[in-house]
């Protein structure tokens, strides 16, 4: 298959994330729409990675990896935290920094 | 062969994303996200990215998604908490808004990947229409273990340890974030057993045993 059709998947997963951030509102759903959006990126630079045959791409993908980690890791306490304070989970009740 | 894989894997982890996305239950986006990022490993693998591929299924698929499930499990998870649920809705009006909000995000999503496309496939870039650089299979090449490892211990040698500093801080950041705090109880020091009073015959130990009163057994 040519490098375009993994662009077109890498695209349409990053756009499904991106619906899925505006429309869900558990947290916990929005941290999962997020990674689809990092991993739509992630199939992007390791398309032009073979396209290019060069592995700055996948080294590029591998740290893309490590901080989605860490997204991951920090979003997580984040919610365990909001659970243990009984607020409810659900960004849209969650509005005291919206000024 | 490849092509055949390329839909099969390809409409994996589009149907995977689409049920991150639809699905009510976070429980079931997560078990949707598992199968979008094994249908990834396998495009990854027909990139020539075998390492990454099997990063994604053992660190991703495996570890991160292990979290995913003890925090859904440990939080309840459900979309709808029904009383916070019931209080929602009527904070925002009526469900209409709801389907409004819906419809809206769907239309903009549209418009991203319409933008995307454009972006990705109407680049000038003549390679997007190839079938990549050139490739020959052997334990050296582009994708394979070892050529990344040499890459991250060389070249990205910094980038490597600045995302091994940042994993350490994140770890230490989440520990913080989620302890408990603020209303802990401590460990009440109730009536405890200590050391001396380890069970003793009575009257041993006691100035009646030294004035001779306590018999000895």
Redesign the interface.
Known sequence: ????????????????????V?????P??L???L??ML?GA???L??F????????G??L???V??????????G??????I??RRL???V??LRELQG | M??AL?FIA?LG??AG??G??MLRD?FF??LA?VA??VS?AV??L????E??AA??VV??AGA?MV??VF??A????G?D?PA??R??EQ??GDSSAGAH??L???L???A??VE??IA??GTG?K?????????SPGPQT??TPA??GK??LTR?LL?FEV??F??L???A??????A?RGGVREEEPGPGLAPLDMPRPAGTGTMAEAAGAVRRQ
């Open positions: 298959m040519s490098i375009a059709w993994y662009l077109a998947v890498s695209a349409v997963v990053f756009a499904l994330g991106a619906i899925g505006m429309t869900r509102r558990n916990l759903v941290l999962l729409c990674e689809l991993n992630n199939l992007a390791i398309a990675s073979r396209m290019w045959g060069n592995g700055d996948q080294i993908a591998l740290i990896m490590t901080v989605a980690a860490c997204e991951v890791c920090i997580l306490g984040m919610i365990v935290a659970y243990r409810p989970i659900d849209d009740e | 490849s092509q390329f390809a982890a589009i994303a689409c991150v996305v976070a986006s997560v996200l979008h990022l990834l495009l990854f027909l990139l020539r990215a390492f990454v990063v994604q660190v991703y991160v979290l995913y925090v859904v440990y939080v309840g998870g979309e908490q916070l649920a209080r929602g904070l925002r909000v819906r809206g995000a769907a903009l999503g549209g991203l990947a995307l496309f990705l496939l870039l390679g997007i229409g190839g079938h990549g650089a050139g490739y582009f994708g050529y990344i890459l991250l990205f980038a995302a091994s940042l994993l801080i994140a770890a950041g989440a520990v913080v974030l989620a408990r």
